[in-house]
C-alpha cells in the first residue's frame, strides 16, 4: 500500500510560479516511480510529467515543457513539481501518483496509487 498527499496548489495570476509537493508513505519510495497528472472541469485526466525511481529518466507533455519541472528526493519520500510561467490553461486538480511495477509511463492507466489531488488556479 502506498499513500500519497499532495500539497502547495493555490491561486497565482498569470506569469506566476507554484511548487507542489507529494509525499508518499508505506513502500519504500525509491523503488517506484511517479508522476504528476491532471484534470480540468469536464476533461480527462491529463499526462503532465513523470519520473523513474532514481530521477535519472524524466518525461513531459509537450504543453508544459520548458515551463515545468518534476524532481524528487527519496531520502524525504517526496516528489515536486515546479511550475513556472503558469498559464489559464494550466488552471486543474493535480493529482500524483504512483506506479509499483514496471518503468515510468504517461499513461494513467498504469499508475497503481492516486493522491486526493490539490486545486492550481490561474488567473489572466
Known amino acids: 500500500q502506498v499513500q500519497l498527499v499532495e500539497s502547495g496548489g493555490g491561486l497565482v495570476q498569470a506569469g506566476g510560479s507554484l511548487r507542489l509537493s507529494c509525499a508518499a508513505s508505506g513502500r519504500t519510495f525509491s523503488t517506484y516511480p511517479m508522476a504528476w497528472f491532471r484534470q480540468a472541469p469536464g476533461q480527462e485526466r491529463q499526462f503532465v510529467a513523470t519520473?523513474?525511481?532514481?530521477?535519472?529518466?524524466?518525461a513531459y507533455a509537450d504543453s508544459v515543457k520548458g515551463r515545468f519541472t518534476i524532481s524528487r528526493d527519496n531520502a524525504k519520500s517526496t516528489v515536486y513539481l515546479q511550475m513556472n510561467s503558469l498559464k489559464p490553461e494550466d488552471t486543474a486538480v493535480y493529482y500524483c501518483a504512483a506506479r509499483l511495477v514496471g518503468a515510468f509511463s504517461d499513461s494513467s492507466s498504469q499508475y497503481d496509487y492516486w493522491g486526493q489531488g490539490t486545486q492550481v488556479t490561474v488567473s489572466s
Open positions: 519520473i523513474n525511481w532514481t530521477g535519472g529518466n524524466i
